[in-house]
T-cell receptor, first 116, second 110 residues
């Protein structure tokens, strides 16, 4: 199956700093990528839909100025958590849509963010 | 803000038995459904999918059943193994977005 990677896998940062998370589709091109957030023992919550070459579409309640998304190429989308606070600590998961197939969605391994 | 935790329903089965995990979906216009497996600390892993023009699809040890009349999806795992222990999510595609169910934790007892 298609492979999606995320980097870093775990990051610990101080409150007030910004953290960038990368999502890459390794063996296919993805015009659309999704960013999810997952709290412990909860389901995935869609944060935004990232389309290559255009602005991301954010879900209701997600601050676009706090969670900056850039989808500059067909294989890379980045999520930057700006001025991170402890409540931003979570598991962030990206997925990429394989538009060349049946529009399957393939997930990255996730990034654990811990804000001190 | 306060985070209201949702405690995942848990299904416990004996090793070797069959498991059935159920999911109710919400959008009658959803045309594509996927089951994912998520192990602790990892991203979701695709298991099997089904399109709305089908009511059953079989994979290796897994079967997905779709009942559009009652908007119900189920995942059947045959001869459940310890490695099947994980959280299982169903997802429905409505338009471009995928909407995930709350998840079910499967525990395999020795």
């Amino acid at each position: 199956g298609a492979v999606v990677s995320q980097h870093p896998s775990w990051v610990i940062c101080k409150s007030g700093t910004s953290v960038k998370i990368e999502c890459r589709s390794l063996d296919f091109q993805a015009t659309t990528m999704f960013w999810y957030r997952q709290f412990p023992k909860q389901s995935l919550m869609l944060m935004a839909t990232s389309n290559e070459g255009s602005k991301a579409t954010y879900e209701q309640g997600v601050e676009k100025d706090k969670f900056l998304i850039n989808h500059a190429s067909l294989t890379l989308s980045t999520l930057t958590v700006t001025s991170a606070h402890p409540e931003d600590s979570s598991f962030y998961i990206c997925s990429a849509l394989n538009s060349g197939g049946y529009n399957e969605q393939f997930f990255g391994p996730g990034t654990r963010l811990t804000v001190l | 803000g306060e985070n209201v935790g949702l405690h995942l329903p848990t299904l416990s089965v004996q090793e070797g038995d069959n498991s059935i995990i159920n999911c109710a979906y919400s959008n009658s216009a959803s045309d594509y459904f996927i089951w994912y497996k998520q192990e602790s600390g990892k991203g979701p892993q695709f298991i099997i999918d089904i399109r709305s023009n089908m009511d059953k699809r079989q994979g290796q040890r897994v079967t997905v059943l779709l009942n559009k009349t009652v908007k119900h999806l189920s995942l059947q795992i045959a001869a459940t193994q310890p490695g099947d222990s994980a959280v299982y999510f169903c997802a429905e595609r409505a338009g471009q977005n995928f909407v995930f169910g709350p998840g079910t934790r499967l525990s395999v007892l020795p």
